[in-house]
């Protein structure tokens, strides 16, 4: 089924004039209002949009990808195009989701939107509220939803990513002012673990079975390349090059089109050659996480450590062992932290991670007073 929409103003003259939707299907004409109007002079003719406006050409991409899901759906097109104000808020979530995954094939995307549904409903129950449309949502439905994450115990990150999507559903359909003047929560970040380079190497010498195995190669390459585990595929013999005499690998991370070029060390290609011709292993994020943890603990590195975590607008302190916090992510993380406990410039390990800003980057490495003590000890300074 292949329907076309575009956009075309209704008159070419006057202060403002309305722009229609025209769609066609199955060689039919379906026309209709949008109520949005610009200035005649404003309109692109040959694109189809506004010539300043992004905000507009926002909404008329909206109303372009909701026609033709509602095609797909339904085998015809709408009869009339639904006031954006009197969507339910669980439609423009979803609407709003698959337009975004549909963009840039981000299963990370969807997945917070879909959070942010499964919020707002459970939201809308145990908080008693009654609305269900997006004309609903103004400062005090915002604030009233960052109040019940505080209450049901949610991280200051989680929070903060909730209302961040939430905007990013509302800013097209309703005024500004009915919803700007709430902020984001500060996203505290929780402190996390890193592995050292001495328990890197007992997880690499250890014996696995061949589940457990594959799982611990995969989790090494996103060590030894500083990756995101959605960049992990990309690490093979076909994206490596050779360049004075030193064997590097290119990758284009997923996240932020960011291009990074990485040195391949004699342990990653140990593992890129161990899967020759079948790429390296793949598995979800979940299983992998849960691999990893019992991987770590195989490895004995089960000591208690004190982890700072801030949830429900609260500073927690908890013990864990640590096998049971570490995941996928983790390997990133002890990269740009070994890294720089090696000596190498902060500046210089950012290349590798793609990070563009310190503040972000300082986020990863997981230093404390007491390991910055131990490395430098023996510096001159301390040593007069």
């Given amino acids: 089924m292949l329907i076309t929409v575009q956009f075309n103003r209704k008159r070419t003259w006057g202060k403002t004039t309305s722009i229609r939707a025209i769609a066609r299907l199955n060689g039919k004409k379906y026309t209709w209002a949008t109520g949005i109007a610009v200035n005649p002079n404003d309109w692109d003719v040959k694109r189809g949009q506004s010539k300043t406006s992004r905000e507009i050409n926002r909404r008329l991409d909206d109303i372009r990808y909701g026609i033709i899901e509602y095609t797909k759906k339904n085998g015809v097109p709408p009869e009339n195009l639904t006031d954006s104000e009197s969507t339910s808020i669980q439609d423009a979530i979803t609407l709003r989701g698959s337009k975004i995954f549909a963009e840039t094939g981000r299963k990370n995307s969807l997945r917070a939107y879909s959070t942010l549904a499964s919020n707002i409903s459970r939201y809308t129950v145990q908080a008693k509220r009654k609305e269900r449309v997006v004309d609903d949502i103004a400062e005090g439905y915002i604030t009233g939803f960052i109040a019940w994450m505080a209450k049901s115990n949610y991280s200051s990150s989680h929070s903060s990513k909730m209302i961040r999507t939430l905007r990013s559903v509302i800013r097209h359909l309703i005024p500004a002012e009915r919803w700007n003047t709430v902020k984001p ?12 380079t001495e328990e890197i190497q007992k997880i690499e010498s250890i014996d696995l079975a061949d589940a457990l195995d594959r799982a611990r190669d995969l989790f090494l390459v996103g060590y030894y390349t500083a990756q995101r ?9 076909e994206r490596i090059r050779t360049i004075g005499g030193v064997k590097v690998v290119n990758i284009s991370q997923t996240k932020t089109k960011h291009p990074v070029t990485l040195p391949v060390n004699q342990k990653l290609q140990a593992i890129i050659d161990k899967y020759q011709g079948k790429g390296i292993p793949k598995l979800s994020n979940q299983k992998l996480n849960k691999h990893i943890k019992e991987i770590v603990r195989k490895a004995g590195i089960v000591q208690q450590v004190t982890i700072t975590e801030h949830r429900g607008g609260k500073m927690q302190v908890k013990k864990y062992a640590k096998w049971e916090l570490v995941s996928s992510h983790t390997a990133r993380r002890s990269f740009a932290t070994n890294a720089v406990l090696a000596g190498i410039p902060a500046l210089e390990v950012m290349k590798f991670t793609g990070h563009r800003s310190m503040a972000s980057f300082l986020q990863y490495v997981r230093i404390t007073g007491q390991e910055t003590a131990v490395t430098y000890a023996n510096h001159p300074f301390f040593n007069q």
């Fill in 229 to 237: 585990f959605s960049d992990w595929h990309q690490v093979g013999e």
């Fill in 185 to 196: 929560p500060q996203a505290i970040p929780d402190e996390s673990v890193y592995l050292t």
